[in-house]
């Protein structure tokens, strides 16, 4: 059996490791911000190579089932995959322009539906809803005014927040892991949390 305060300091490490982690992405998302053209071309290269890497080993997985019904399906599928990939690789801030032009549309469609919905409904959250219909209306206008030049900075923005806001999130999780790991420990040393009953407790119970 495992020695408690050995599985303690493990948990505990691994904890320290997943906080070391999210202050690297929180680091990496504020550089982002900074340089949101860099973000943007680092997005997409790094979207340009996942699908890359997807389509081969779909294509690798799609030939060692050979003979099965869903064969051509596979292949064509990551053919697709890995023919996007090399556009995406080779290309990057024209596929950054259409990306932001996708996501503007987005915007725009979301924004006027919830506008729409929020006015006929006239449900408890009316005011929430007209609210975030009316700021993804104006998000989308703003992006397709200054599109193309948006597309040097949108992409950035978005992968550059959601590496931050992903970062805060793990070194909270990091720090009240290590924070729970410690107090168990110290309940552990000073008897208030016991291991468990000894056997013949254990035995007179179960008879």
């Known amino acids: 059996m495992a020695d408690p305060a050995t599985e303690g ?37 790094l979207f340009g190579w996942l699908l890359l890497i997807g389509g081969i080993v779909g294509l690798l997985h799609a030939i060692d089932s050979r003979g099965s019904d869903y064969f051509w399906l596979g292949v064509v599928v990551a053919a697709l995959n890995i023919a996007a990939g090399i556009v995406v690789i080779r290309h990057p801030h024209g ?19 919830r506008l729409v919905g929020s006015v006929v409904v006239r449900g408890p959250q009316f005011g929430w809803t007209l609210l975030q219909g009316a700021f993804g ?46 107090m168990v420990s110290e309940q552990r040393v000073t008897g208030e949390l016991p291991d468990s009953p000894p056997r013949d407790e254990q035995k007179r119970s179960n008879d």
């Not at 320290?16 to 973000?39: H, I, K």
């Open 137 to 182: 209306l104006l998000l989308g206008l703003l992006v397709l005014f200054d599109w193309p030049h948006s597309s040097l900075y949108v992409l950035g923005l978005f992968f550059s927040l959601a590496l931050l806001f992903d970062g805060l999130g793990l070194i909270a999780m990091g720090v009240g892991g290590r924070r729970i790991v410690s």
């Open 95 to 113: 596929t950054a322009e259409a990306l932001t032009m996708f996501a503007a549309l987005l915007f725009l469609t979301g924004g006027v539906f």
């Open 9 to 45: 300091r493990r948990l505990s490490r691994s904890f320290g490791w997943l906080a070391l982690l999210g202050a690297l992405l929180v680091v990496a998302g504020l550089v982002g911000l900074v340089y949101t053209g860099v973000a943007t071309l680092t997005s997409m290269l």
